[in-house]
Structure formats: C-alpha cells, structure tokens
C-alpha cells in the first residue's frame, strides 16, 4: 500500500525523540501502570507514521507537514 507522504522531516524526527523519550522512561522505571500502556502505545504509533511519513489523522485535517 503506497500512502502520499504528509509529514516532514522536522514532524518525524520530533515523533521519533518523543518515542525514544518514552522509551527510556520505561526502561528505568520510571513510568509505570496504565500510563506506561498509553503512552508506550503511542510512541508505536509515533515511530509507525516516522517510518513511512504519513499520519492519517493529518488527513481529515488537511494538514501537510512536508515542504514543497
């Protein structure tokens, strides 16, 4: 499947730090329980949609992070 590219370089290397961030968190300890599931699922998600460059959500927003 062939997605039109709508996120920029600076939008997917932010996605990617926030994920990395949340990683850490959670491999020293420090964020636990029901947060950790939240926000582990999400930086999945961050790092999914910075690895292929689309985010859906930005779809019916009509937002485009790329330049042209």
């Known amino acids: 499947m062939k997605f039109k590219q709508n996120m920029g370089t600076l939008d997917r290397t932010i996605r990617l730090l926030l994920a990395a961030v949340v990683a850490v968190l959670y491999l020293t ?30 779809v019916p927003l009509g937002l485009n992070t790329c330049k042209k």
């Not at 420090?30 to 930005?58: D, E, K, Q, R």
């Open 29 to 58: 300890g420090n964020l636990t329980g029901l947060a950790a599931i939240i926000l582990g699922i999400l930086a999945v998600i961050f790092v999914i949609t910075s690895i292929i460059g689309f985010c859906p959500l930005y």
